[in-house]
């Protein structure tokens, strides 16, 4: 079964301060994991994908992450936090077969002013 | 621009009611799409996954009967709640995957039910 997991309910990062969110995979196989960033009440917004080639994946507004397949982990980073930044963030891994998406449980990212 | 359309995005509802939510890609066709509820604070908890032409494949746990699902052309699905409960209230989200291949999702705004 493919799944994924967000250790960290909430971030808090002051403003101009790198940020990392947190996401570990459990797959069988190649993973395919995105990030999603959602704001409230609308719907999920796209950030980046890993499918394969270079561990280091960037994606919209500054947003990267690396691939560790030893770590098993899937990191969502930003060198300089923006109070924008501030939402709700997915981890998600597509299912092998059937194309299905599965999500943590999501990151509350704040950027203090 | 968007390019998965859900409508409405809220809706309020008598107990006992039905509510039917749509899904529409603008500028492809979608052979699947995906429904997910979203409780306040909480994950996305996938629903089921419209299949365009056949039945719709439910996970686990999820009612058939109470959340039916209809996926009439390439480019639309509906789900409807059928005789919804204030316990049915929550947010409901629906995507599709533009490109198979490389497996992006895009989703909708999303519909907030209220079930008074």
């Known amino acids: 079964a493919q799944s994924v997991a967000q250790p960290e309910d909430q971030v808090n990062v002051a403003e101009g301060n790198p940020l990392t969110v947190k996401c570990t995979y459990s797959v069988s196989g190649n993973p395919y994991l995105f990030w999603y960033v959602q704001y409230p009440n609308r719907g999920l917004q796209f950030l980046l994908k890993?499918?394969?080639?270079?561990?280091l994946v960037k994606g919209s507004y500054g947003f990267e992450a690396e691939f560790n397949k030893s770590q098993t982990s899937f990191h969502l980073k930003k060198p300089s936090a923006l109070v924008s930044d501030s939402a709700l963030y997915f981890c998600?891994?597509?299912?092998?077969?059937?194309?299905?998406?599965?999500f943590g449980t999501g990151t509350s990212l704040t950027v203090i002013p | 621009g968007a390019v998965v359309s859900q409508h409405p995005s809220w809706v309020i509802c008598k107990s006992g009611t039905s509510v039917k939510i749509e899904c529409r890609s603008l500028?492809?066709?979608?052979?699947?799409m995906f429904w997910y509820r979203q409780f306040p604070k909480q994950s996305l908890m996938l629903m089921a996954t419209?299949?365009?032409?056949?039945?719709?494949?439910?996970e686990q746990g999820v009612e058939k009967d109470k959340f039916l699902i209809n996926h009439a052309s390439l480019t639309l699905s509906t789900l409807t709640v059928t005789s919804a409960h204030p316990e049915d209230s929550s947010f409901y989200i629906c995507?599709?995957?533009?490109?198979?291949?490389?497996?992006?999702?895009?989703f909708g705004e999303g519909s907030r039910l209220t079930v008074l």
């Open positions: 419209s299949n365009e032409g056949s039945k719709a494949t439910y």
């Open positions: 995507s599709a995957p533009r490109d198979i291949d490389t497996g992006e999702l895009f």
């Open positions: 500028d492809f066709q979608a052979t699947t």
């Open positions: 998600a891994v597509r299912a092998l077969t059937g194309n299905q998406f599965y």
């Open positions: 890993y499918i394969t080639g270079d561990n």
